[in-house]
């Protein structure tokens, strides 16, 4: 069945605001404990009113759910835990009743061992799909081929018995490494990208699209000294920090087969892509690379806004500037939280003297920024990570590095809809994930009529973000105007708006000086005063004027 998109602006990536949804976490329509794509088309209208662009849903293909749907065992079904084809059909039918964009993940760097392909490749040193995968003979002394290491414990190499040879895997022994310098894997990967487009998908979130290719020379990866180490992509007490990840990923070749996707895309209307790229030396030059030129991909983010270090004014001008150096023709995606990393919430916010009010100017100048924004579902109600007992864990990734590092199942845990409901009005049944008892009170029926909650910012904010154009589509321009202050100007047209956030917990005062005549825009939800040439602006305040 093929859907045909409701938009005609093929430019409506540039500057979009996706919801990503975390479809086991979402909403339980069957009581199975797990969310599933009914779950997401009852609450469908609960997004398009946030007044977002497009919803990103993590990976549905079937999959054995060693890493929950991030090992795929079939490109080209759902996975039956989630519902069917028919399903998925509905879903995008009544997502662009609505005037939302669907994107999902492909996961296309490895797969499952249970897909067909890995099992025929790993039954023999010389059948068809032989070298389909990263296979290699160990050292002399029977230890993996190099040092490369697993982001989820250990080597990067596990032995497999029936062809006595080593095969790659970046995550979990289950998630075997496509080779991607065989092009008949690209044609097969290719292939199943079309499928879901043939179905009327308005685009893909490219999971870890730096990893698609490894160095032929399997060299060693150079240590890092510990200065060095940057735990934006890893966890800190994760030793794949310890390495300069040079010959397992990021490789150059990648940019031909970006290329080869970006035409695939092209071939049909208004398709739009974003990459992930974990890469915590090199991360925003991989991003600027990846999105010049208008044929690869059309937007990427890195782990600059996701990792542990506290934001403040002077490291997210930095970002934007390097990138608008680097990729003056590329395109940024941002966002402050997902399924990967602890929430913002309490990443960044326990510490506050004001959460919600810190929150809540976080959120504004991540929608005020140049580039395209990707919102976490359960941000838009201000939820914290959950405290997720060592007998509850489900993230393989916890497991292995428990106690100092507790996985990925705080950020997942499920969606509170009812506050007074069985666990949250997510499930009938027992949740796959605990639903935290302090999340019930930032419940959605609890918030949604009153004044000055967290998801009513969040829907006032997105309202006057979509009423001046000039945030999804303008130019930038930093100004300097003090330390905890971050301002700027967005120029688009014949609009330009001046825009300020106070990120302290101090009352700051900006100059703009008699060269800017600026009057107040109203719309945002914030209150903040200008008179005399300066700027009054509270703790957490922001402040937004039109420029003559």
Known sequence: MTQQSTHSDA??????????????????????????LKGIIQHLPYVAELGVDAIWISPIAKSPMKDFGYDVSDYCDIDPLFGTLADFDALLAEAHRLGLKVMTDIVISHTSD?????VESRASRDNPKADWYVWADPKPDGTPPNNWLSIFGGSAWQWDTRRMQYYMHNFLTEQPDLNFHNAQVQDAVLDSVRFWLDRGIDGFRLDTINFYFHSKGLEDNPPLLPEERNASTAPAVNPYNFQDHLYDKSRPENLDFLQRFRALLDEYPDKASVGEVGDSQRGLEIVSSYTSGGNRVHMCYSFDFLGPDKLNARNVREVLEQFGREAPDGWACWALSNHDVVRHATRWGAGERDVQGYLKVLSAMLMSLRGSVCLYQGEELGLGEGDIAFEDLQDPYGKTMWPEFKGRDGCRTPMVWTHDAPNGGFSLGAPWLPVQAEHLLLAVDMQASEAGSMLEHYRTFLSFRRAHPVFAKGAIEF?????????FT????????????????????VAFGSDLELSAVEGHGFTSTARNGSIALGAYGAWFGRCA
Request: aromatic share 16%.
């Open 479 to 487: 100004l300097d105007v003090g330390e905890d202050v971050l301002a």
């Open 11 to 36: 430019d409506w990536w540039r500057g979009a605001v996706i919801y990503q949804i975390y479809p086991r976490s979402f909403q339980d329509s069957d009581g199975d404990g797990v969310g599933d």
């Open 490 to 509: 967005r120029t688009h047209g014949n609009e330009k708006l001046f825009c300020a956030f106070n990120l302290g917990a101090g009352d700051a005062t």
């Open 114 to 118: 249970q897909h067909p392909w890995f």
